[in-house]
Protein backbone atom coordinates (compact mmCIF):
# COMPACT_ATOMS: atom_id res chain seq x y z
CA UNK A 1 0.00 0.00 0.00
CA UNK A 2 1.20 3.37 -0.67
CA UNK A 3 2.11 6.30 1.88
CA UNK A 4 -0.45 9.77 1.48
CA UNK A 5 1.22 12.76 2.80
CA UNK A 6 -1.08 15.63 3.35
CA UNK A 7 -1.82 18.35 5.99
CA UNK A 8 -2.05 17.80 9.48
CA UNK A 9 -5.56 18.18 11.25
CA UNK A 10 -6.69 18.49 14.51
CA UNK A 11 -8.07 15.43 13.94
CA UNK A 12 -4.68 13.36 14.17
CA UNK A 13 -3.10 15.17 17.11
CA UNK A 14 -4.01 12.17 19.89
CA UNK A 15 -2.39 9.93 17.27
CA UNK A 16 0.59 11.92 16.88
CA UNK A 17 0.80 12.12 20.65
CA UNK A 18 0.63 8.22 20.78
CA UNK A 19 3.84 7.88 18.51
CA UNK A 20 5.36 10.86 20.45
CA UNK A 21 5.12 8.64 23.76
CA UNK A 22 6.33 5.35 21.96
CA UNK A 23 9.44 7.38 20.49
CA UNK A 24 10.48 10.12 23.00
CA UNK A 25 8.76 8.84 26.05
CA UNK A 26 12.10 10.04 28.10
CA UNK A 27 12.45 13.34 26.11
CA UNK A 28 9.03 15.49 27.49
CA UNK A 29 6.37 13.84 24.39
CA UNK A 30 4.09 15.99 23.14
CA UNK A 31 0.62 15.84 24.03
CA UNK A 32 -2.42 16.21 21.66
CA UNK A 33 -2.94 19.87 23.21
CA UNK A 34 0.77 20.80 21.93
CA UNK A 35 0.40 19.42 18.21
CA UNK A 36 -3.40 21.16 18.57
CA UNK A 37 -1.67 24.87 19.73
CA UNK A 38 1.02 24.11 16.69
CA UNK A 39 -1.33 23.66 14.45
CA UNK A 40 -3.34 26.83 15.50
CA UNK A 41 -0.23 29.00 15.08
CA UNK A 42 -0.55 28.40 11.29
CA UNK A 43 2.47 26.11 10.96
CA UNK A 44 3.19 23.83 8.32
CA UNK A 45 2.31 20.37 9.58
CA UNK A 46 2.09 16.96 7.62
CA UNK A 47 1.01 13.51 8.14
CA UNK A 48 1.39 10.68 6.59
CA UNK A 49 -0.81 7.84 5.98
CA UNK A 50 -1.17 4.18 4.98
CA UNK A 51 -4.33 3.33 4.64
CA UNK A 52 -6.18 4.04 7.42
CA UNK A 53 -2.75 4.04 9.64
CA UNK A 54 -1.36 7.79 10.61
CA UNK A 55 2.24 6.54 10.39
CA UNK A 56 3.91 9.64 10.84
CA UNK A 57 4.21 13.23 10.73
CA UNK A 58 6.45 16.38 10.21
CA UNK A 59 6.34 19.73 11.83
CA UNK A 60 7.80 22.98 10.26
CA UNK A 61 7.81 26.34 11.28
CA UNK A 62 8.43 29.22 8.93
CA UNK A 63 8.93 32.54 9.58
CA UNK A 64 10.44 34.48 6.02
CA UNK A 65 14.15 33.61 5.59
CA UNK A 66 14.31 31.01 8.57
CA UNK A 67 12.90 27.73 8.95
CA UNK A 68 12.47 25.67 11.59
CA UNK A 69 12.01 21.25 11.93
CA UNK A 70 10.04 21.02 15.11
CA UNK A 71 9.32 17.32 14.87
CA UNK A 72 9.76 14.54 12.53
CA UNK A 73 8.53 10.85 13.41
CA UNK A 74 8.16 7.21 11.62
CA UNK A 75 5.71 4.71 13.50
CA UNK A 76 8.62 1.97 13.81
CA UNK A 77 6.80 -0.43 12.24
CA UNK A 78 7.04 1.44 8.90
CA UNK A 79 10.87 2.58 9.90
CA UNK A 80 13.21 2.08 6.81
CA UNK A 81 10.82 2.82 3.88
CA UNK A 82 11.80 6.39 2.52
CA UNK A 83 8.44 7.63 4.87
CA UNK A 84 10.86 9.81 7.08
CA UNK A 85 12.71 11.14 4.01
CA UNK A 86 9.42 11.83 2.27
CA UNK A 87 8.37 14.07 4.55
CA UNK A 88 11.16 15.94 5.45
CA UNK A 89 11.23 16.93 1.78
CA UNK A 90 7.74 17.79 1.82
CA UNK A 91 8.03 19.95 4.48
CA UNK A 92 11.21 21.38 2.83
CA UNK A 93 9.39 21.83 -0.38
CA UNK A 94 7.68 24.56 1.27
CA UNK A 95 11.18 26.74 2.59
CA UNK A 96 12.62 27.76 -0.70
CA UNK A 97 14.64 30.68 0.01
CA UNK A 98 14.38 29.66 4.02
CA UNK A 99 17.31 28.87 6.16
CA UNK A 100 15.78 25.63 8.02
CA UNK A 101 17.16 25.01 11.07
CA UNK A 102 16.75 21.61 13.43
CA UNK A 103 17.71 20.40 16.92
CA UNK A 104 18.80 16.81 17.27
CA UNK A 105 20.12 14.67 20.32
CA UNK A 106 23.78 13.73 20.04
CA UNK A 107 22.87 10.07 19.74
CA UNK A 108 20.54 10.15 16.96
CA UNK A 109 22.04 8.38 14.40
CA UNK A 110 19.02 7.25 12.38
CA UNK A 111 18.17 11.15 12.13
CA UNK A 112 21.57 12.57 11.55
CA UNK A 113 22.36 11.07 8.75
CA UNK A 114 18.65 11.56 7.25
CA UNK A 115 19.38 15.28 7.75
CA UNK A 116 22.64 15.19 6.37
CA UNK A 117 21.61 13.34 3.48
CA UNK A 118 19.40 16.30 2.71
CA UNK A 119 21.98 18.92 2.97
CA UNK A 120 22.05 19.75 6.45
CA UNK A 121 25.53 20.27 8.65
CA UNK A 122 26.31 20.64 11.89
CA UNK A 123 26.89 23.90 13.52
CA UNK A 124 27.02 23.15 17.23
CA UNK A 125 26.26 21.71 20.38
CA UNK A 126 23.56 22.53 22.83
CA UNK A 127 24.64 20.43 26.02
CA UNK A 128 21.08 19.30 27.87
CA UNK A 129 19.44 21.00 25.29
CA UNK A 130 16.47 18.28 26.34
CA UNK A 131 15.24 18.67 29.64
CA UNK A 132 14.03 15.51 30.83
CA UNK A 133 16.67 13.26 30.07
CA UNK A 134 19.81 15.94 30.28
CA UNK A 135 20.52 14.71 26.75
CA UNK A 136 22.67 17.18 24.35
CA UNK A 137 21.62 18.15 20.89
CA UNK A 138 23.03 19.07 17.60
CA UNK A 139 22.07 22.26 16.19
CA UNK A 140 21.85 21.14 12.84
CA UNK A 141 21.35 23.77 9.42
CA UNK A 142 20.54 23.69 5.64
CA UNK A 143 21.49 26.81 3.94
CA UNK A 144 19.22 28.30 1.55
CA UNK A 145 19.19 27.36 -1.91
CA UNK A 146 19.87 30.48 -4.00
C1 LIG B 1 14.57 9.40 11.90
C2 LIG B 1 13.31 8.73 11.30
C3 LIG B 1 12.21 9.79 11.18
C4 LIG B 1 13.66 8.19 9.91
O1 LIG B 1 12.45 7.68 9.35
P1 LIG B 1 12.45 6.46 8.31
O2 LIG B 1 11.12 6.45 7.64
O3 LIG B 1 12.89 5.22 8.99
O4 LIG B 1 13.60 6.94 7.32
P2 LIG B 1 13.79 6.56 5.78
O5 LIG B 1 13.41 5.14 5.54
O6 LIG B 1 13.17 7.60 4.95
O7 LIG B 1 15.40 6.64 5.68
C5 LIG B 1 16.01 7.84 5.31
C6 LIG B 1 17.47 7.83 5.74
O8 LIG B 1 17.55 7.91 7.17
C7 LIG B 1 18.73 7.21 7.61
N1 LIG B 1 18.31 6.14 8.49
C8 LIG B 1 17.03 5.80 8.80
N2 LIG B 1 17.04 4.81 9.70
C9 LIG B 1 18.32 4.52 9.96
C10 LIG B 1 18.97 3.62 10.84
N3 LIG B 1 18.27 2.78 11.62
N4 LIG B 1 20.30 3.62 10.88
C11 LIG B 1 21.02 4.47 10.12
N5 LIG B 1 20.47 5.36 9.25
C12 LIG B 1 19.14 5.38 9.18
C13 LIG B 1 19.40 6.68 6.37
O9 LIG B 1 20.32 7.68 5.94
C14 LIG B 1 18.23 6.58 5.40
O10 LIG B 1 18.64 6.64 4.07
P3 LIG B 1 18.90 5.26 3.25
O11 LIG B 1 17.61 4.48 3.38
O12 LIG B 1 19.17 5.74 1.89
O13 LIG B 1 20.03 4.58 3.94
C15 LIG B 1 12.86 7.54 12.18
O14 LIG B 1 13.98 6.71 12.44
C16 LIG B 1 12.20 7.95 13.49
O15 LIG B 1 11.01 8.22 13.55
N6 LIG B 1 13.01 7.96 14.57
C17 LIG B 1 12.47 8.29 15.89
C18 LIG B 1 12.06 9.73 15.97
C19 LIG B 1 13.22 10.65 15.71
O16 LIG B 1 14.33 10.40 16.16
N7 LIG B 1 12.95 11.76 14.99
C20 LIG B 1 13.93 12.78 14.71
C21 LIG B 1 13.94 13.76 15.81
S1 LIG B 1 15.03 15.14 15.47
Given at each position: MSVLIGPMSAADAVRCSELEHLLFDFDDPWSPAAFLEALAAGH????????????????????GREAEIHALAVDPAYQR??????????????????????????????????YRSEGFEVIGIRRGYYQASGADAFTMRRVACS
Open positions: RYLSAWEGDSLVGYVGLACGRGIGRALLRAALDHTAGATVFLEVRTDNEPAIQL
